[in-house]
């Protein structure tokens, strides 16, 4: 697509924003290796609440190191995404997108990342590892487990770096990506240079996470430090006690503490990962480009720590589009504007 696009073209990509209220082009959308575009999307009122309460009955399969735990909505035969949530949340980051996507005819797979809900490690011996390039090898394993063999795969948070990372190591198993946030590949030797003091003042919790305290901490006020930082990661989100606590029981995981340190210790090179992702490690250290279709997503209300999308939109090399979603939306964005999320999806996987 180009600037030159006839309006009626343009009028009839407003109408597929499902959930849109209100939206503004500050671009036009942009074909393969154009500059990003960036689209503003006000998100409906009555999608800020979760319509759904939960997935009903989910599936246990065996997947690499873990025994996975996901539900699986929509045709077998449909095309198939992949939902991944963040810290400190779960599935249920996924409910109302879910259903959407599954009315369209995708085959829709929300897994538990490890040391969340019913996944679990097959062997007590195997290092309980947080480190990026392990929680993405463990979607590919999952793909291998369900017979997927290419899938769109979206996320936010933890979810979207471990999209990020799949589509720059596996690409040929990657359709596309929705990123919430954007280019979140990182590295153990970025992680060691000081930022500014109030840049480094939003990561509070990873340092606490770096002290036998914090860990101590972590394991004994699980749940109070999860409400405390979705509050914090989304200050406009009226989210109630069900609604929280549905997803703080996935957090009961007997992994999950252990998961969690290493995820943050890692990242300041104050842990180290396993040996075997190493050569994966590497290749990120690179800050490789995604050549797969992207659409990358923002919230105008994200309370969290996140980049600017200018710093990572030449990050992204195949058709790309950037959309921020208005109307008070936090950190995390599919289940604040679940419509919105779901059309961003749909509309990559015809990109």
């Not at 409906?44 to 009903?56: H, L, T, W």
């Not at 394991?219 to 006690?241: C, G, H």
Request: proline share 5%.
């Amino acid at each position: 697509m180009n600037a030159n696009k006839a309006p009626e073209t343009v009028d009839h990509r407003r109408r597929r924003i499902v959930g849109a209220t209100a939206m503004t082009f500050a671009a036009t959308e942009l074909g393969l290796n154009a500059p990003a575009a960036t689209w503003t999307v006000e998100a409906k009122a009555s999608a800020m609440q979760p319509r759904q309460k939960s997935f009903g009955s989910l599936s246990q399969v065996n997947a690499g190191k873990l025994s996975v735990g996901y539900a699986e909505l929509g045709p077998a035969e449909g095309a198939p995404v992949i939902l991944l949530h963040g810290w400190p949340y779960d599935i249920h980051t996924y409910t109302d997108v879910a259903r959407l996507l599954a009315a369209k005819g995708y085959r829709v797979i929300v897994l538990y990342l490890r040391g969340y809900g019913t996944t679990r490690f097959l062997s007590d011996e195997t290092m309980r590892n947080g480190q990026q390039s392990a929680l993405a090898a463990d979607a590919i394993a999952l793909m291998d487990a369900l017979g997927i063999e290419k899938a769109t795969i979206a996320g936010c948070d933890w979810g979207a770096r471990t999209a990020n990372v799949v589509a720059a190591l596996w690409p040929e198993r990657c359709k596309a990506i929705v990123s919430v946030s954007g280019y979140l590949i990182g590295n153990q030797q970025v992680g060691v240079v000081p930022l500014p003091p109030e840049v480094e003042l939003q990561w509070w919790y990873q340092y606490y996470f770096a002290t036998d305290r914090g860990r101590a901490g972590y394991e004994k006020y699980t749940r109070d430090f999860a409400k405390l930082i979705w509050k914090l990661a989304s200050p406009q989100w009226n989210f109630d006690d069900d609604t929280f606590q549905r997803s703080a029981a996935a957090l009961d995981n007997p992994d999950h503490v252990s998961i969690v340190i290493h995820n943050y210790r890692w990242r300041l090179g104050l842990a180290h990962g396993e040996p075997e992702y190493d050569v994966l490690e590497n290749r990120l250290a690179e800050a490789p480009v995604i050549t797969v279709p992207t659409i990358t997503l923002e919230g105008d209300a994200n309370g969290a720590p996140h980049p600017d999308s200018s710093s990572y939109a030449k990050k992204f090399s195949g058709r790309y589009t950037h959309r921020i979603i208005i109307g008070g939306i936090g950190h995390n964005l599919p289940q604040e504007a679940p419509q919105a999320f779901a059309q961003a999806v749909i509309d990559v996987s015809e990109y």
